[in-house]
């Protein structure tokens, strides 16, 4: 990476060259490379959400995360930049520390999960309510404000309300989810109870390196349970996880790029990685997994039989669930975690 350019002729500061590829780029470069885009508009709005210059954090599923770019977790920012809500009083681009505020605010506005509608959104996903014991992390939100664009007028849905967390147990951040407010009606296939929204999914604040986190008591979340950790993408995945392993903790990265770059605790012996089965999963599974071995830590992959294991625990079951774990698991933590059916 040059640092200085435009005196010896040989390349302007911000340029990079591979030099056992022969590949050559500026910044949008890599991240074009990074994330897999094609389209410079894409790659343009990539480049916008990582530096904060637009209110619209656009991250409907996380599809253009960017992967970490080395191994560097502790990079500032996030994929995924807030945007304004009419629920937490921002400015059109709040700083971060302005963000993890507003993300806090909301989060202690919202009500405990518990007979709620996302507590039915989450049962309708399959999710056990064994698996949803203890659960502080998720709270409900009746009337949590959504932009369509960054001039439209926004308007309430209800939301569930997920917190992320640094290893110290402080909230950085937080995801919404909006739902469908007829929570009884026919299971949409793709949009899952969603809301019909083109973009059901926001973050507010922080999110790089940190996760919303299951099955850690309140301050310990840098205390693994007995050295072991179970890290996934999205929260309906590892909840699935929870339904058949509800004793070992764990934590949702909230992306493919930011399950890369997650921070790992003090203590940690032993990481499962339950990756989805893409692209994108593969190579945020080879990213921490490198990353982990790096920290002397055992790193064990998990794979989902369908496309994730929500899709696992939806359509196969909770015994083929189980049944697929054990034969993954390390024989003394499927003796000692794995739920009994």
């Given at each position: 990476?040059?640092?200085?350019?435009?005196?010896?002729?040989?390349?302007?500061?911000?340029?990079?060259?591979?030099?056992?590829?022969?590949?050559?780029?500026?910044?949008?470069?890599?991240?074009?490379?990074?994330?897999?885009?094609?389209?410079?508009?894409?790659?343009?709005?990539?480049?916008?959400?990582?530096?904060?210059?637009?209110?619209?954090?656009?991250?409907?599923?996380?599809?253009?995360?960017?992967?970490?770019?080395?191994?560097?977790?502790?990079?500032?920012?996030?994929?995924?930049?807030?945007?304004?809500?009419?629920?937490?009083?921002?400015?059109?681009?709040?700083?971060?520390?302005?963000?993890?505020?507003?993300?806090?605010?909301?989060?202690?506005?919202?009500?405990?999960?518990?007979?709620?509608?996302?507590?039915?959104?989450?049962?309708?996903?399959?999710?056990?309510?064994?698996?949803?014991?203890?659960?502080?992390?998720?709270?409900?939100?009746?009337?949590?404000?959504?932009?369509?664009?960054?001039?439209?007028?926004?308007?309430?849905?209800?939301?569930?309300?997920?917190?992320?967390?640094?290893?110290?147990?402080?909230?950085?951040?937080?995801?919404?989810?909006?739902?469908?407010?007829?929570?009884?009606?026919?299971?949409?296939?793709?949009?899952?109870?969603?809301?019909?929204?083109?973009?059901?999914?926001?973050?507010?604040?922080?999110?790089?390196?940190?996760?919303?986190?299951?099955?850690?008591?309140?301050?310990?979340?840098?205390?693994?349970?007995?050295?072991?950790?179970?890290a996934g993408e999205g929260i309906e995945t590892v909840l699935s996880l929870r339904c058949v392993l509800?004793?070992?903790?764990?934590?949702?990265?909230?992306?493919?790029?930011?399950?890369?770059?997650?921070?790992?605790?003090?203590?940690?012996?032993?990481?499962?990685?339950?990756?989805?089965?893409?692209?994108?999963?593969?190579?945020?599974?080879?990213?921490?997994?490198?990353?982990?071995?790096?920290?002397?830590?055992?790193?064990?992959?998990?794979?989902?039989?369908?496309?994730?294991?929500?899709?696992?625990?939806?359509?196969?079951?909770?015994?083929?669930?189980?049944?697929?774990?054990?034969?993954?698991?390390?024989?003394?933590?499927?003796?000692?975690?794995?739920?009994?059916?």
């Amino acid at each position: 990476m040059r640092l200085t350019g435009g005196v010896t002729g040989k390349g302007a500061a911000g340029r990079w060259q591979d030099a056992a590829e022969g590949t050559h780029g500026d910044l949008l470069d890599l991240i074009r490379e990074n994330c897999g885009l094609t389209e410079f508009r894409e790659v343009a709005e990539e480049a916008r959400r990582f530096l904060g210059l637009t209110g619209d954090d656009h991250t409907a599923g996380y599809e253009h995360c960017c992967r970490p770019l080395g191994h560097l977790p502790s990079l500032p920012g996030s994929c995924a930049i807030p945007e304004p809500q009419a629920d937490d009083g921002c400015d059109p681009a709040p700083d971060a520390a302005q963000a993890q505020r507003a993300a806090r605010r909301l989060f202690g506005m919202a009500q405990p999960l518990p007979g709620t509608l996302a507590e039915t959104y989450l049962h309708r996903r399959g999710i056990t309510p064994e698996a949803l014991i203890g659960i502080d992390a998720l709270r409900f939100h009746p009337r949590c404000f959504h932009r369509a664009t960054p001039e439209a007028q926004p308007k309430p849905w209800p939301a569930l309300i997920a917190a992320v967390t640094d290893l110290d147990g402080r909230i950085t951040g937080i995801q919404r989810t909006w739902l469908d407010p007829d929570g009884c009606a026919p299971l949409d296939p793709i949009r899952l109870g969603k809301a019909p929204l083109a973009t059901p999914r926001r973050a507010l604040g922080l999110l790089l390196g940190h996760a919303g986190r299951f099955g850690t008591a309140p301050g310990l979340e840098c205390e693994p349970v007995n050295g072991l950790l179970m890290a996934g993408e999205g929260i309906e995945t590892v909840l699935s996880l929870r339904c058949v392993l509800s004793a070992m903790p764990m934590a949702a990265a909230l992306s493919a790029g930011h399950l890369a770059a997650l921070l790992l605790p003090a203590g940690l012996r032993r990481l499962y990685i339950a990756r989805d089965a893409d692209a994108a999963g593969d190579r945020a599974m080879a990213s921490l997994t490198e990353r982990a071995i790096a920290a002397g830590v055992e790193a064990i992959t998990l794979s989902p039989r369908l496309g994730d294991f929500n899709d696992d625990l939806r359509e196969l079951g909770v015994a083929e669930l189980r049944a697929n774990l054990r034969v993954q698991l390390a024989p003394e933590d499927a003796q000692r975690f794995l739920v009994s059916g």
